[in-house]
């Protein structure tokens, strides 16, 4: 008995071992990421917003995201007294002045840029942290500690999210609670207690402080509270059945899982809901919680009604002179404010771009062609084998014979997969406009733990079952490392690579603003590239990290592709996020081969005199 015990307490320190080193090398890879970029364009926006709530303490300030993320990143910034001129602060939902402040502020303090942006983004790498612990914890719940360490090196190694938790925008914090809350609420259900019950509802709190999106969170937590336990009681019905002693690998995997849902009072679900709602006005300052609906000016129409159209100042508010007016309101106003001024936004509608067409508007499959091929070629295979285990054992096997996946473990997959579902439908169903694949980020998590499905393959006999995962989980690992650290420019191998990446999207998918430095270092290269022309994105003046370049002149009118000779002669350093917009007047250089490439979000181009 004692050589057994050993060796299962030494897999078990290796497994723990590899975990920590992967994570490890997740947090390097974040650290340098987040020094060799500049600030991108919402980064300007949320640390001048971050700030106001330390100094001020509003939160009115870019209230179309919730103020977690911000507040943690900003707060080594408020901590040593960072100075910030908030004159010219408006107060209004239909304005967005966060981004004039923190313009301002970079103008004012040149030196500080890079530094206070480095150290925002630094204090934000605990989220990912935290997705990351999360993956691992409940894929090896799942499926063993095999598959939770393939969980965990597909959240480590993915580039999407190494680009997006190397900055201090909210949405790899929103990726990383959001999956938190569904695992802590898994465990409260498996096991009731009280110190469960208060987790779950923390995270559920942290969840509704970091994105809008999560919003659906207390209604897909209590919907599987009425579901889990009516498949408890079908339980043993099953182990008794036709399936009783099958040694199937997904039997074995059910079995090994600690996984018991009970039927919880009323009681405690209430306790998780109003943790959960605790945490969020505590996060608010509980700022006019309980405001009547009727004293709220709204700017969308489905809010406010057509005087939110009418009286573009004012907006409007389809409950006032209704029995819903004096309805209190239990969140915060700028919760509120915000989810308002979000619908107006896709009310309004905006330009996207998808494969070489820019319209007003969006398509409803941008974001599912966006995963396709900006997540690496390995992952989704993982995934899709995932899929196909899942429905095989599911539903192909004959009744009575060893295959068939046990009801526990079903339906804790569909649960796994509920959150990802749900976000990946209600971000595809606003198609007022579509520019960022981040948007969809919180149904990450829950893909790469199903992705731990294919450690089933690791019990196979055939050597090239065994093997598949690791050769392509290697894959993805390998493509991801070789385009670091443009994770943000990342394109998978089914389009060609990143070097393709803006015939198909554009603006955070490719360019934000982030190779300024890269920028800088070909400009002291190339010294005698004069006279020199930079169009780049972003509110971040090239000047002010000391790169030399003209203003940008346009004789002519006309950005047809074709229209070349219209622009003065001289080097041009563009952002390909303005090179693929037919508005840009730098459009008219589409057509040209550039001499030379920054990264994966800018070409050069030299137009020689005539």
Known sequence: MIAPQRSTHRRILLVRIAAGVVMLIHVCLLIRSARVHTPVVDEVGHLAAGLSHWHLHRLDLYCVNPPLVRAVATLPAAISGEPIDFTGYRAHPRYRPEFLLGMRWMNEHPDRILPMFTLARWACVPFSVLGAVVCFLWARDLYGSSGGLVSLCLWCFSPTIIGHASLLTPDTGAAATGAAACYA????????????????????????????TWMILPGICSFWWLVLPWVHRNRRAYADGSHHGSTSSAHRIASAAVFRPHRSGVASLFLILLTGWCVLNNGYLWEDTFCRLGDFDFSSTSLGGREAHLHSDSGGNRFRGTVMENIPVPVPRNYLQGIDHIKFEYEAGKLSYLRGEKKHGGWWYY????????????????????GVLFLRQTFCAPAGSTGGSPPTLLIHELYLLCPAIAVIWLVSAQTGFNHHLRYVLPAFPFLFIFGGRTAE?????????????????????????????????????????????????????????????????????????????????????????????????WPGKSSEPGAVGQIRPGWYIVSLTRLVDPHEPIHVLIGEEPVDRIGYSMHVFHIAPP
């Open 457 to 553: 393959l690791f019990r196979s006999a055939r050597f090239f079952r065994r093997a598949l995962p690791v050769l392509l989980l290697a894959a993805s690992m390998l493509s991801s490392l070789s385009n670091y650290p443009h994770g943000l420019s990342y394109f998978n191998e089914l389009i060609g690579g990143s070097a393709n990446g803006w015939q198909h999207l554009d603006y955070s998918n490719v360019d934000w603003g982030q190779d300024l430095l890269l920028v800088k270092e070909w400009v002291n290269d190339h010294p005698d590239a004069t006279p020199l022309y930079i169009s780049s994105v972003g509110y971040l003046n090239p000047d002010l990290l000391g790169i030399p370049s003209e203003p940008l002149g």
């Open 367 to 386: 974001y599912l062609y966006a995963m396709l091929i900006k997540i690496p070629a390995g992952t989704l295979t993982l995934v899709a084998i995932s």
């Open 185 to 212: 609420f898994m465990r409260w259900m498996n096991s009731p207690g009280l110190h469960r019950a208060l987790t779950a509802g923390v995270f559920l709190g942290l969840a509704l402080l970091t994105k809008f």
